[in-house]
């Protein structure tokens, strides 16, 4: 299989597998990628949100507001700046970042049972490598 069909459809399998272990929480496509974002990075803008999960602007609005309607986030203005709002995890989204890096961690731990540890330090490498690569791309387009 070409590289770019086995990363375009690996990489919708694996959402559409996500989104099934994580039935039942309500989430939506999207919400958890902006969860694990900001469980890493609470605080943030709107546009350091979208920038880091690679998600444009105008989809960031309608994504945010489902989740503040949901009690995931909050969002906050701070050091007398009217103009931005920094997004903040409640302890329901807080909650909600526990469920889905327990999924992932049991997705990873499923994906590479049958691959021996030294081939899995060479993908992860290598992935890293590409993924590098891209983002000097993208800054150079």
Do not use: W
């Amino acid at each position: 299989m070409e590289f770019q069909n086995l990363l375009i459809t690996t990489h919708a399998m694996h959402r559409k597998y996500m989104m099934k272990m994580i039935e039942g929480t309500g989430l939506t496509r999207g919400q958890p990628k902006v969860l694990r974002y900001l469980d890493q990075h609470d605080g943030s803008n709107q546009t350091e949100i979208a920038s880091g999960c690679f998600i444009e602007t105008a989809s960031m609005t309608s994504l945010l507001n489902g989740m503040e309607e949901n009690g995931l986030i909050e969002r906050r203005r701070m050091n007398g700046n009217k103009r931005t709002y920094y997004i903040f995890l409640t302890d329901k989204g807080k909650e909600m970042c526990r469920i889905i890096n327990t999924a992932f961690e049991e997705v990873n731990t499923e994906l590479f049972s049958n691959i021996a540890f030294e081939e899995q330090e060479t993908f992860i490498s290598v992935f890293e490598e590409i993924y590098h690569q891209l983002g000097r791309l993208l800054e150079e387009a």
